[in-house]
């Protein structure tokens, strides 16, 4: 198992930019394919990017094509989501997941979560 902690939410104007951090600890990270959710309101926790142990990155491109970047360092430990020209619809808590498969996309092969960092997007 690898216990993640979230940091970097908060409340941000439409337009602007937040940093997310997940820091990973107790297992190698370098051994784990690494995964941004988040969950709106009365909606499901959906797939927002993710980085396989190897560097392949994906994103829900519809969604957050061409304005979040996924990245990690392994010397850190930490999976990064640089989010920018942030819109009202991207509100949600963002969790990060970890699993040590190698489907990047799909939730259900997460088996380690964070506790999610709440941002929040003002129009």
């Known amino acids: 198992q690898v216990q993640l902690v979230e940091s970097g939410g908060g409340l941000v104007q439409a337009g602007g930019s937040l940093r997310l951090s997940c820091a990973a600890s107790?297992?190698?990270?370098?051994?784990?394919?690494m995964g941004w959710f988040r969950q709106a309101p009365g909606k499901e926790r959906e797939f927002v990017a993710g980085?396989?142990?190897?560097?392949?990155?994906?994103y829900d491109t519809d969604s957050v094509k061409g304005r979040f970047t996924i990245s990690r360092d392994n010397a850190k430990n930490t999976v990064y989501l640089e989010m920018n020209s942030l819109k009202p619809d991207d509100t949600g808590v963002y969790y990060c997941a970890a699993h040590t498969g190698t489907v990047v996309t799909t939730r259900t092969r997460y088996d380690n979560w964070g506790q999610g960092t709440q941002v929040t997007v003002s129009s």
């Open positions: 980085i396989s142990r190897i560097g392949n990155i994906f």
């Open positions: 107790g297992r190698t990270f370098s051994l784990y394919t």
